[in-house]
T-cell receptor
Framework: ETGVTQTPRHLVMGMTNKKSLKCEQH?????MYWYKQSAKKPLELMFV???????ENNSVPSRFSPECPNSSHLFLHLHTLQPEDSALYLC??????????????FGQGTRLTVV | DQQVKQNSPSLSVQEGRISILNCDYT??????FLWYKKYPAEGPTFLIS?????DKNEDGRFTVFLNKSAKHLSLHIVPSQPGDSAVYFC?????????????FGTGTRLLVSP
């Protein structure tokens, strides 16, 4: 396995469901990120973890809850989502978060549809 | 307010010709710029970057130019190949001691026809 792996690739959930997105990186990186890509919008940074501690939270609604149990794994727990939360959720990692003068390596994303 | 703008949502080029993708930014504190390429059903992959101390960086068929006074950068692909057809994202980050996040543009879809 190489790079950044995200599961599931596709997810359809109802507004009352609880689900989790999973991300795993095999690059030995110390920083992991969740991004959201909505149609015709730029990638939006949601959360940043550095060495398993959250260092950035871009005013994301509490219905999105991240978890970083170790430097290789990152989760995004979802509950009571809205249809407008339907988007592509991308996980990324980088060798270091400070400063961000380095490229991030992205997973393939989870295409989330909230019905 | 978008700090990184890619005003052309799409670009069509013939194989063998040059592709020029443009990006403008508004934040003068940005000092590192990157281009990512994204194929359908895949995550973005890093392509090339440039630091603000340079005005040009070249890697094979890909060259990025930076004009700091105009707050403009461009990606040149020459010669263009059908496999270059993808969405290209421009991204920027700033200097400073704190965390500096990547700010992305909306992307330009490049189509290279045989």
């Amino acid at each position: 396995e190489t790079g950044v792996t995200q599961t599931p690739r596709h997810l359809v959930m109802g507004m009352t469901n609880k689900k989790s997105l999973k991300c795993e990186q095999h690059l030995g990186h110390n920083a992991m990120y969740w991004y959201k890509q909505s149609a015709k919008k730029p990638l939006e940074l949601m959360f940043v973890y550095s060495l398993e501690e959250r260092v950035e939270n871009n005013s994301v609604p509490s219905r999105f809850s991240p978890e970083c149990p170790n430097s290789s794994h990152l989760f995004l727990h979802l509950h009571t989502l809205q249809p407008e939360d339907s988007a592509l959720y991308l996980c990324a990692s980088s060798p270091r978060p400070l400063p961000m003068n380095t490229e991030a390596f992205f997973g393939q994303g989870t295409r989330l549809t909230v019905v | 307010d978008q700090q990184v703008k890619q005003n052309s949502p799409s670009l069509s080029v013939q194989e063998g010709r040059i592709s020029i993708l443009n990006c403008d930014y508004t934040n003068s504190m940005f000092d590192y710029f990157l281009w990512y390429k994204k194929y359908p059903a895949e995550g973005p992959t890093f392509l090339i970057s440039i630091s603000s101390i340079k005005d040009k960086n070249e890697d094979g068929r890909f060259t990025v130019f930076l004009n700091k006074s105009a707050k403009h950068l461009s990606l040149h692909i020459v010669p263009s190949q059908p496999g270059d057809s993808a969405v290209y994202f421009c991204a920027a980050s700033g200097a400073g001691t704190g965390f500096q996040k990547l700010v992305f543009g909306t992307g330009t879809r490049l189509l290279v026809s045989p």
